[in-house]
């Protein structure tokens, strides 16, 4: 299966490694800088050069996949999460590629997050449809079927009772308005019901930090679907980046 680079870029840090394709192990430690101040377009990509470097990815034609918090289409930056707003519009899969001399392939993060538990985790070998949700500063969703992705699926931000419901049932909210697990797990039932109308998904794989506490949640929830936690949550982004670099997923054994 080979090698390949994984980056993830977030608000508060950029992290990569090379990966084993075969195995989604890092071969190499997980390197970490802080996201520049503002996390402006000249900063993250200096950031992302200074990160590949320590890295030491001597080969020019190595893979690279690069995972970002916006919606991405044909290399463009559509949207801005926690990062500055001046990325929105850009082509940014072409900056990165300048940047760094090599090509790339760039993609949303919680897309990246959704593939990698496609290739390595908990939606692998899955027939149908898998939906991956981060809970986390906001909802990132992720759809997949029989291990394909379908990019830019924003269902975080579906209104309802009237609000975009990211607003009222991310981790966020649950730790801003000192919920407890009882009343934020009626808010994700909302959620998670809708998308069931909406999608009849075989899975749910639940990702974000918040997921090492999955037995507090989770298990209030009734759903049709089966509903369980990811399995890589900090490595997630750079182990999705990786596989989408060439967007193939191991057979099982």
């Known amino acids: 299966m080979g090698t390949a680079v994984g980056i993830d870029i977030g608000g508060t840090g950029i992290k990569g490694a090379l990966v084993d394709l075969a ?8 390197i970490k800088i802080p996201t520049p101040a503002g996390g402006t377009p000249d900063g993250i990509l200096a950031t992302t050069v200074e990160l590949v470097t320590q890295l030491q990815v001597h080969d020019p034609d190595a893979p ?95 209104e ?14 649950r730790e801003r308005e000192d919920l407890s697990w009882t009343q934020w797990a009626k808010r994700l039932q909302k959620f998670y019901s ?20 999955h037995e507090h949640f989770l298990p209030l929830l009734t759903l049709n679907a089966p509903i369980v936690p990811a399995v890589h949550r900090n490595n997630a982004g750079i182990l999705g980046a990786a596989a989408l670099a060439v967007r193939t997923i191991p057979p099982l054994s």
């Open 23 to 30: 195995t989604g192990e890092l071969l190499t430690d997980r």
């Open 64 to 158: 690279v996949g690069v995972c970002f918090p916006a919606v991405v289409k044909h290399g463009v930056t559509l949207s801005a999460a926690n990062i500055s707003k001046k990325w929105i519009g850009l082509h940014a899969e072409k900056m990165f590629e300048e940047a760094l001399g090599r090509n790339i392939t760039f993609a949303n993060d919680a897309d990246a997050a959704g593939y990698a538990e496609a290739s390595f985790g908990a939606a692998r070998g899955i027939d149908g449809v898998a939906i991956m949700t981060t809970l986390g500063t906001g909802i990132g969703t992720a759809i997949l079927h029989n291990g394909v992705l379908v990019p830019n699926a924003e269902f975080g931000h579906l």
């Open 160 to 173: 309802i009772d009237g609000h975009d419901i990211e607003t009222r049932a991310s981790n966020a909210a």
């Open 194 to 213: 809708a998308l069931e109308v909406y999608l009849s998904p075989d899975l749910f794989v639940v990702g974000g930090g918040v997921s090492k506490q």
